[in-house]
């Protein structure tokens, strides 16, 4: 695919009301229960994009009926799980696709290849292929150990007790959970201190609730889910995804600019939710209303001394806003990042080491030294990571002469982005 080069012009002062689309963390994570459930189910709002359209094709390629339409998708699964696919299951560069589906796919019978981009194949994937094993599902890594492509070959989940290593994601972790109801019987799913981005089992505990399982807590680090369960199948409503909203609010906050996102639910249990409260700490007032969440900039940005473990994907968007603070800001406890549809860690310090930030990159985290932000001699990279892309535009609200090589990337999570910045900041697509 050729590069798309996308010049950012200067805005002062953005302001408006944007609608944000639906979360890509729940329209996987619904997708996925869906199938594992009786009848036809019919998900909202969903987000159409590209990571969530390679989980849909990979059900789709299990056998379950999957049916796009205006603002929502109907899925139907099949009466037995799951056909054997004659093809390799390919799943791009989507990390949450990767880790979620072989443990969905485990709890049916048959063989299936899982593959993907040459990016995705030194991802790793180890935790789960491990969980795996030790409920007695055969799985190969056909490549390097711990590393797409795997193929697993399964005659079910057996019932016990695993323990999951989400110290590189959450997503090992959720990918047990959202099985486990779907096993021979019941199936004691622990983990270990630290879980990457916690808040994300959350979502997937709190949406398993809500589609009629039944678990219990043994301890902070142990879950009991009863099995075989059945997920109820039912109308869901995706919530507007606070990751996408984010560059809205940070564009408020670097050009003093007041913009309003919807529908975002200010109590809602995504972790990314919470970058706002880091904006509050760095001078923006924010109003939270029952379906919207609202950001004004202020005339100085504070620089902010911030653990990001809980909300990582948010780290490029709070580097970026951290570029334009008044001295020095510290992000702290992301050495997951590196591990993501990039190396974000060096990929974002190298991007700010083009517009003139002096920026240290640490094994886990960056520090930035704020106010120093000039225009670019060359062209910011995207580096095939959609929130580099998206963070990057910021910059160029701010200082001339910024252009995004790579710009197409953003279809991965948002494929409206550019039409909807271009009419937030200038008033036109």
């Given at each position: 695919?050729n590069e798309?080069l996308k ?15 639906g979360s890509?963390?729940i ?8 199938a594992l459930s009786?009848g036809t189910s019919e998900?909202?709002n969903?987000?159409?994009?590209q990571d969530?359209e390679?989980?849909a094709?990979a ?7 999957i049916q796009?339409e205006?603002d ?7 009466a ?6 004659k093809?390799?299951?390919?799943l791009?560069?989507s990390?949450?696709s990767?880790?979620l589906l ?6 049916g019978?048959?063989a ?7 990016r ?6 180890g935790p ?6 030790s409920l007695?599902?055969?799985?190969k890594?056909l490549?390097n ?5 795997i193929?697993i070959?399964s005659?079910?989940?057996e019932k016990?007790?695993?323990?999951v290593d ?7 972790l959720?990918?047990l959970l ?7 019987g019941?199936?004691?799913v622990g983990?270990?201190?630290p879980?990457?981005?916690f808040?994300y089992?959350a979502?997937?505990l ?5 589609w009629g399982?039944?678990f219990?807590?043994?301890d902070e ?5 009863r099995a075989?369960?059945v ?8 919530e507007g995804d606070?990751s996408?909203?984010?560059y809205f609010?940070a564009a408020s906050?670097?050009?003093?600019g007041?913009?309003?996102t919807?529908?975002i639910?200010p109590?809602?249990v995504?972790g ?9 700490q760095?001078?923006?007032?924010v109003?939270?209303n029952?379906e919207?969440?609202?950001?004004v ?7 902010v ?5 809980r ?10 806003v951290?570029?334009?603070a008044?001295g020095?800001?510290h992000?702290r406890n992301v050495?997951h990042?590196r ?11 190298s991007q ?8 240290e ?11 120093r932000?000039r225009s ?15 963070s ?28 909807i ?6 008033g036109k697509?």
């Amino acid at each position: 695919m050729n590069e798309i080069l996308k010049t950012i012009k200067t805005a002062q002062r953005v302001r408006g009301k944007v609608r944000i689309p639906g979360s890509k963390s729940i329209t996987h994570r619904a997708l996925l229960m869906a199938a594992l459930s009786q009848g036809t189910s019919e998900i909202l709002n969903p987000l159409f994009a590209q990571d969530t359209e390679l989980t849909a094709k990979a059900l789709g390629m299990l056998g379950v009926d999957i049916q796009w339409e205006k603002d929502k998708v109907r899925v139907q699964p099949p009466a037995e799980k799951w056909s054997q696919p004659k093809e390799p299951v390919f799943l791009g560069n989507s990390g949450t696709s990767m880790r979620l589906l072989p443990a969905v796919a485990a709890v049916g019978r048959g063989a299936v290849l899982f593959d993907g981009t040459a990016r995705l194949r030194e991802r790793p994937v180890g935790p789960i292929v491990d969980a795996l094993r030790s409920l007695g599902v055969e799985v190969k890594c056909l490549g390097n150990e711990g590393f797409p492509p795997i193929e697993i070959e399964s005659r079910g989940l057996e019932k016990g007790e695993v323990r999951v290593d989400a110290t590189q994601s959450s997503q090992f972790l959720s990918a047990l959970l959202i099985a486990a109801p779907c096993a021979l019987g019941d199936l004691t799913v622990g983990w270990n201190d630290p879980v990457a981005s916690f808040p994300y089992v959350a979502i997937t505990l709190a949406m398993m609730e809500e589609w009629g399982i039944d678990f219990e807590w043994l301890d902070e680090h142990r879950i009991k889910i009863r099995a075989p369960q059945v997920y109820r199948s039912r109308t869901y409503t995706v919530e507007g995804d606070c990751s996408s909203a984010s560059y809205f609010w940070a564009a408020s906050a670097i050009t003093g600019g007041d913009i309003e996102t919807h529908p975002i639910r200010p109590g809602s249990v995504q972790g990314d939710c919470g970058l706002v409260s880091v904006f509050e700490q760095m001078g923006c007032r924010v109003y939270r209303n029952d379906e919207s969440v609202r950001v004004v900039g202020p005339e100085v940005l504070r620089p902010v001394d911030m653990d990001m473990n809980r909300m990582p994907d948010m780290v490029p968007t709070l580097a970026l806003v951290a570029a334009f603070a008044q001295g020095r800001s510290h992000i702290r406890n992301v050495a997951h990042l590196r591990v993501k549809e990039s190396d974000r860690l060096h990929v974002v310090a190298s991007q700010l080491g083009k517009l003139g930030v002096p920026v240290e990159e640490l094994e886990d985290g960056l520090i930035i030294e704020g106010g120093r932000v000039r225009s670019p001699g060359e062209a910011l990279e995207a580096h095939d990571d959609h929130r580099i892309a998206m963070s990057c535009a910021l910059a160029g609200l701010r200082v001339e002469g910024v252009q995004i090589l790579g710009a197409e990337s953003v279809a991965k999570s948002f494929p409206e982005f550019w039409d909807i910045f271009d009419e937030l900041c200038y008033g036109k697509t």
